[in-house]
């Protein structure tokens, strides 16, 4: 796993890795390391919140598979910084090497919002989950059980099934 960047905008409650005001970016060395990696690895992506870094990761993305097309990646991210405008670059990507890990932790804006830490974040999510799947990405979705979303993962599962139903993973943990 790549950690590109310290840098996030939400404050998870759970998280265990507080974000940084600072930002050293290593893409190179890690486009470096991926031309090293073996056949058919698995490569995450991970942060802080990479999309903060968007024009980079995505470029990374891009140059990467132009030099080893065989390379899979998993991104985590909280989707909160997808335009309509990255569906174009998106779609140049091989969205079957890329599995994008989103966390979602109610159906509630309140409750999820509450869990990140920052206001209106749910509805971003959305919105982000939209283009994600416009653009045609394979899409895992994330819930950590918490006391605080632990009697809303019916209506969460409910709102999944209805609303994502081109998420390919549903994923509940414990701990991230």
């Known amino acids: 796993t790549l950690l590109v960047t310290e840098q996030c905008d939400q404050l998870c409650v759970m998280c265990s890795q507080p974000p940084k005001a600072s930002h050293n970016d290593f893409f190179r060395p890690f486009f470096d390391a ?3 990696a073996p056949r058919e690895a698995v490569i995450g992506i991970s942060g802080g919140e990479p999309l903060l870094h968007k024009a980079r ?3 990374f993305l891009f140059v990467v598979h132009l030099n080893r097309p065989d390379l899979h990646f998993h991104v985590l991210t909280n989707a909160q910084h997808l335009e309509e405008a990255d569906v174009d670059f998106l779609r140049q990507l091989d969205q079957s090497k890329i599995t994008w890990g989103v966390p979602v932790y109610a159906s509630s804006a309140e409750i ?3 869990i990140v830490g920052k206001v209106g974040a749910y509805a971003t999510l959305q919105s982000g989950l939209t283009l994600l799947a416009k ?3 394979r899409i895992e979705l994330r819930t950590v059980v918490l006391r605080s979303n632990l ?3 019916g209506a969460l ?3 999944i099934a209805t609303r994502f ?3 390919t993973v549903w994923a509940i943990m414990q701990l991230e």
């Open 34 to 36: 991926c031309l090293l």
């Open 57 to 59: 990761l995505l470029d």
């Open 112 to 114: 999820h919002d509450r």
């Open 135 to 137: 653009a045609g990405a």
């Open 151 to 153: 009697g809303a993962l």
């Open 157 to 159: 599962a409910r709102t």
């Open 165 to 167: 139903p081109y998420c």
